[in-house]
């Protein structure tokens, strides 16, 4: 029965793994969209968020499913509940991807983030891609060195963001109230898929070991 | 045993009552502190955001417990694993008013919000605050009427952001980027409070009835 647990598990974890494919390559997409103001990669973005909603009701129905047939109990039990919140995280990362892209498709033919902010956006877009592909490394090697640097990489995030923060609050600041409310709620969005990493990261070793990860702060 | 289960999942709504109320209290004093720059009281909501998390773990532990001792199936499992959803947006509303309170702290002695934005953010507190009144009564006595209003309620505060954005993007607009920033975040931190209130409407007539609502948009 418990190996009959465990294979079942890794489906689901099989499941996982492609919705955090799915979301890594809607905010790549999203930030192409974003810093080349490309219409076409924005509506492909917010189109495709979809599959990853069918995922996580499929994730749903079988853990669900799991639940009934193989009654798993104690940290069983944790693991197959745990799988349910990493799937909630990943699909509010599709939204999040989602959120930039319609942002970029919003303010099209103009770019949505002006020359002076380019850097620090490729900064963030940059860190949350590598973080999304570690979240699908853990997910399929369960490597806890890896869910550790995912709280590193969410520092950088937010130094980032801190940075954007204070180039727009420059007395220089050459843009009006629009660009600063953009630059602010962009900021947010990938600061948020970052956190949202962070937890799964968390999740995923208990997920598959029965280990908590504690974070450091 | 279906009666034991039914008596157990009542025992969870109570707790998930408690923290719709301590979410609700929250973004009450929250705005406070954001309207009136009252330091306490942004520090109160900050320092008691860790008894909602503490209620959000203690459901997750029930509702193991439950699906261990009284093995549900189908519809009731689905039922007790909803309401690891609603605990999961509560817990999330209260780290939004939290949002709220720590912008109140981070400008005081000034105030967040200029005097051109405090009836848009009345407007926003005092509709959320309804709506968190209307979860708490959801919950209690499982009124898809009211869970349908929750819908209404967050038009009518995407409206009000809407309304916000247009006052900061107008010509005559007298702050600067940072006032425009702290209002766009603000702004979204009631919106997406609204958002999961909507959520949990629609999940806790399935917690207690086992029928889905289906959301209209």
Same mark, same amino acid.
């Not at 007395?171 to 109230?177: E, F, Q």
């Given at each position: 029965m418990r190996e009959e647990f465990q294979a079942e598990l890794t489906e689901v974890t099989r499941l996982l793994v492609t919705m955090a494919e799915s979301v890594r390559a809607a905010l790549r997409k999203a930030t192409t969209a974003l810093l080349t103001a490309d219409l076409e990669a924005a509506q492909a973005v917010i189109r495709r968020d979809a599959d990853v909603d069918a995922i996580f009701q499929q994730v749903e129905a079988k853990v669900a499913d799991i639940i009934v047939r193989q009654a798993p109990v104690a940290v069983d039990l944790r693991r197959a509940i745990t799988a349910l919140h990493i799937s909630a995280d990943l699909e509010r990362m599709g939204d999040l991807a989602e959120h930039v892209a319609k942002t970029a498709a919003r303010r099209h033919p103009s770019p949505a983030v002006p020359a002076e902010l380019r850097q620090v956006f490729k900064g963030m877009a940059e860190i949350a891609d590598q973080m999304a592909e570690k979240i699908t490394d853990v997910l399929t090697h369960t490597d806890a060195g890896l869910a550790a640097e995912l709280e590193k990489d969410d520092d950088a995030i937010d130094d980032l963001e801190r940075r954007l923060f204070k180039i727009m609050l420059a &007395? &220089?600041?050459?843009?009006?109230?629009e660009t600063a409310i953009d630059g602010a709620l962009l900021g947010r969005f990938y600061e948020r898929y970052a956190d949202h990493a962070v937890n799964i990261g968390e999740h995923t070793i208990y997920l598959v070991t029965g280990e908590p990860v504690t974070s450091q702060d």
């Open positions: &007395d &220089d600041w050459p843009y009006g109230a």
